[in-house]
């Protein structure tokens, strides 16, 4: 049974350009949620996704956004990059009533 | 709002001592703990959960977290340290059950297990 995945799983941009992040979650999960883990702090929740929908966000700007397709899988697009922008960025999928996220390797991104 | 601490930024401890790794949390309702690890230029791996029940929670590898409700507190142990337990550890926070909310983690602690 395959865990969470994510792609690339690293990648190099420049300031201003756009970048998409991808990410399948684990068997049977229907809700994927995203984390920015910048270097040395802990994961901050930028937004979560089910039924294709984005249900809850954190205090991340519009440059953020997402989309969840309908086998689960979801992508996470960054517009107009800042060099404040290069980190860690964790996918996780979790299931209605578990209650356990489960964390996928991440794609770190480094912007120039 | 939600919020975790994890006062300290390294533990050091002796392989086969007894390991403490603290958390504190704040949230309005009741808590839904969580600790995760964290090896180098990896995802997060998931221990542990609290969610009701028992005070004291059994995880994978031999880790286990008390939950204390009057001292705010979900501290992770370990009876005996492993050099292979060398990681960052986070602790997470929800306000419900489900997996359809948002975690708040604290800023993590480098445990460092000497030989």
């Known amino acids: 049974d395959a865990g969470v995945t994510q792609s690339p799983t690293h990648l190099i941009k420049t300031r201003g350009q756009q970048v998409t992040l991808r990410c399948s979650p684990k068997?049977?999960?229907?809700?994927v949620s995203w984390y920015q883990q910048a270097l040395g702090q802990g994961p901050q929740f930028i937004f979560q996704?089910?039924?294709?929908?984005?249900?809850q966000r954190g205090n991340f700007p519009d440059r953020f956004s997402g989309h969840q397709f309908p086998n689960y899988s979801s992508e996470l697009n960054v517009n107009a990059l800042l060099l404040g922008d290069s980190a860690l960025y964790l996918c996780?999928?979790?299931?209605?009533?578990?209650?356990?996220?489960?964390f996928g390797p991440g794609t770190r991104l480094l912007v120039l | 709002a939600q919020s975790v601490a994890q006062p300290e930024d390294q533990v050091n401890v002796a392989e086969g001592n007894p390991l403490t790794v603290k958390c504190t949390y704040s949230?309005?309702?009741?808590?839904?703990l969580f600790w995760y690890v964290q090896y180098p230029n990896r995802g997060l791996q998931f221990l542990l959960k609290?969610?009701?029940?028992?005070?004291l929670v059994k995880g994978s590898y031999g880790f286990e977290a008390e939950f204390n409700k009057s001292q705010t507190s979900f501290h992770l142990k370990k009876p005996s340290a492993l050099v292979s337990d060398s990681a960052l550890y986070f602790c997470?926070?929800?306000?419900?059950?489900?997996?359809?909310?948002?975690?708040?983690f604290g800023s993590g602690t480098r445990l460092q297990v000497q030989p």
């Open positions: 068997s049977g999960h229907d809700t």
């Open positions: 996780a999928s979790s299931l209605e009533g578990a209650g356990t996220q489960y």
């Open positions: 997470a926070v929800r306000d419900m059950p489900t997996g359809r909310r948002a975690l708040t």
């Open positions: 949230v309005s309702g009741n808590p839904y």
């Open positions: 609290y969610i009701t029940g028992d005070n």
């Open positions: 996704y089910y039924e294709e929908e984005e249900r």
